[in-house]
C-alpha cells in the first residue's frame, strides 16, 4: 500500500466514529419528525352470547321436506320438496315431485298449504289425480300456479252438470 492509502483508511475508521458518537446520533434522533399517530383502534363489538338450546323430545316433531306424501286413497303419490312462504314466512305452498314411476313421467307440481294434512301419520293431500290434471309444472324462479280446493260452486254442482259459473 502506498502512502496515499495510509490516510484515507485512518481517515474512514475517524468518519465512522464521528457518525456513531452518541451526540451525533441524538442529535438525528433530535431532528427525525416522529412517526405519524396510529388511529385509535375501532373498540371491538362485545362478543355474543351463546345461542340457548331448545330441546324437542323424540316424536314430536319430523321434518317436511322429502317426505311421501299420500293421496286421498292412502297411497304414495308424492313426495315434499319445498315449502312456499309469504313475505311474512307463513307457508302459502309445497312443491311436489308428483306421479311418475321410478323418475318416469314426473311432474313438479305446486300445491296450496291448505290441500295438505300434516300428522303423526305423514302428509296428506286432498287432491286426486283429475283434480291435478290441468295445474301447469312448477318452475323455480317464475311464477306459481298453486292446485287449490275447488270453489264452494264446484264443490256443490250435482253430478254430470257443470258448475254454475259456466
Same mark, same amino acid.
Given at each position: 500500500?502506498?502512502?496515499?492509502?495510509?490516510? %484515507?483508511?485512518?481517515?474512514?475508521?475517524?468518519?465512522?466514529?464521528?457518525?456513531?458518537?452518541?451526540?451525533?446520533?441524538?442529535?438525528?434522533?433530535?431532528?427525525?419528525?416522529?412517526? /405519524?399517530?396510529?388511529?385509535?383502534?375501532?373498540?371491538?363489538?362485545? /362478543? &355474543?352470547?351463546?345461542?340457548?338450546?331448545? %330441546?324437542?323430545?323424540?316424536?314430536?316433531?319430523?321434518?317436511?321436506?322429502?317426505?311421501?306424501?299420500?293421496? /286421498?286413497?292412502?297411497?304414495?303419490?308424492?313426495?315434499?320438496?319445498?315449502?312456499?312462504?309469504?313475505?311474512?314466512?307463513?307457508?302459502?305452498?309445497?312443491?311436489?315431485?308428483?306421479?311418475?314411476?321410478?323418475?318416469?313421467?314426473?311432474?313438479? &307440481?305446486?300445491?296450496?298449504?291448505?290441500?295438505?294434512?300434516?300428522?303423526?301419520?305423514?302428509?296428506?293431500?286432498? &287432491?286426486?289425480?283429475?283434480?291435478?290434471?290441468?295445474?301447469?309444472?312448477?318452475?323455480?324462479?317464475?311464477?306459481?300456479? &298453486?292446485?287449490?280446493?275447488?270453489?264452494?260452486?264446484?264443490?256443490?254442482?250435482?253430478?254430470?252438470?257443470?258448475?254454475?259459473?259456466?
Amino acid at each position: 500500500m502506498g502512502p496515499q492509502h495510509c490516510f %484515507k483508511l485512518p481517515a474512514l475508521a475517524l468518519t465512522g466514529l464521528v457518525l456513531l458518537s452518541p451526540s451525533v446520533v441524538l442529535a438525528a434522533a433530535e431532528e427525525a419528525p416522529a412517526p /405519524p399517530a396510529a388511529p385509535p383502534a375501532a373498540e371491538a363489538p362485545p /362478543p &355474543l352470547p351463546p345461542a340457548s338450546g331448545r %330441546k324437542l323430545e323424540k316424536g314430536t316433531f319430523f321434518r317436511l321436506l322429502g317426505q311421501d306424501v299420500k293421496g /286421498p286413497s292412502d297411497m304414495v303419490v308424492a313426495q315434499l320438496v319445498n315449502v312456499l312462504v309469504d313475505a311474512q314466512a307463513q307457508p302459502v305452498g309445497a312443491v311436489l315431485d308428483y306421479g311418475g314411476f321410478l323418475g318416469v313421467g314426473k311432474r313438479r &307440481l305446486a300445491v296450496a298449504w291448505e290441500v295438505l294434512s300434516i300428522g303423526p301419520s305423514g302428509i296428506k293431500l286432498s &287432491l286426486g289425480r283429475e283434480q291435478l290434471r290441468s295445474i301447469p309444472d312448477f318452475k323455480d324462479g317464475e311464477g306459481a300456479v &298453486l292446485a287449490a280446493p275447488p270453489a264452494p260452486a264446484e264443490a256443490e254442482a250435482p253430478a254430470g252438470e257443470p258448475p254454475a259459473d259456466q
